[in-house]
């Protein structure tokens, strides 16, 4: 079944992905402005694309635990996935500044003043150095310290989990949810990572 899986989505280009993610806030948008999002299509977009963007951070998250696991491959999408993510965020920080806020002196006291605007603000700019350098010519250029660069996608999924948390009134489960599967695929990397101190110790 997983072999099956893996064939036809090797035969997916990667993309397709990248149509299908910027089709969705167009899509939103094009909601907004017919009456398809509510009596407050400002808010709805804000929270789909900051809600997408963190479902997104979470797959890529958990795509090496998948393939190591399951068996199932969707490392050519990663970048996709990861750059997608981005775009989201980046998007969603959009609609707070320009539709929501619109006061653009009142967005710096804001972000100090709100915690779930720091944190979700330091969660983008962890982000802006990852989407940066998510291209061939990076990879080549910064060798090895690519792979160290990247893994502030741990940060930055922490980051956004924590906003998400911070940011809705009273109890609700969903962000605890999204929260909670941050950090169970967090810590799936935490053995591998105490056996490579601990043989770096013994060297």
């Not at 167009?26 to 929270?47: A, C, F, I, N, S």
């Amino acid at each position: 079944m997983v072999n099956t899986l893996n064939t036809y989505l090797r035969k997916i280009p990667t993309w397709v992905l990248y149509v299908l993610g910027a089709a969705y806030p167009v899509w939103l948008l094009y909601q907004g402005l017919t009456g398809g999002l509510g009596v407050d299509p400002v808010k709805v977009m804000e929270h789909a694309l900051g809600e997408r963007a963190l479902q997104l951070l979470i797959l890529g998250l958990a795509v090496t635990p998948l393939r190591q696991r399951v068996g199932l491959n969707l490392m050519k999408f990663r970048r996709a996935i990861g750059v997608i993510a981005f775009f989201y965020v980046f998007a969603h920080l959009l609609v707070w500044l320009v539709l929501d806020v619109q006061i653009l002196s009142q967005v710096w006291a804001d972000i100090l003043k709100r915690p779930y605007l720091t944190i979700g603000m330091a969660g983008f700019l962890v982000m802006i150095p990852l989407a940066v350098t998510s291209n061939n010519w990076s990879v080549r250029k910064l060798g090895p310290t690519w792979r160290r660069l990247h893994k502030l996608t741990y940060a930055a999924c922490l980051l956004g989990g924590v906003h998400f948390v911070w940011l809705v009134k009273g109890f609700q489960l969903e962000p605890l949810i999204y929260l909670g599967l941050i950090v169970g695929l967090l810590a799936m990397r935490l053995p591998k990572s105490s056996k490579r101190m601990a043989g770096v110790q013994k060297a």
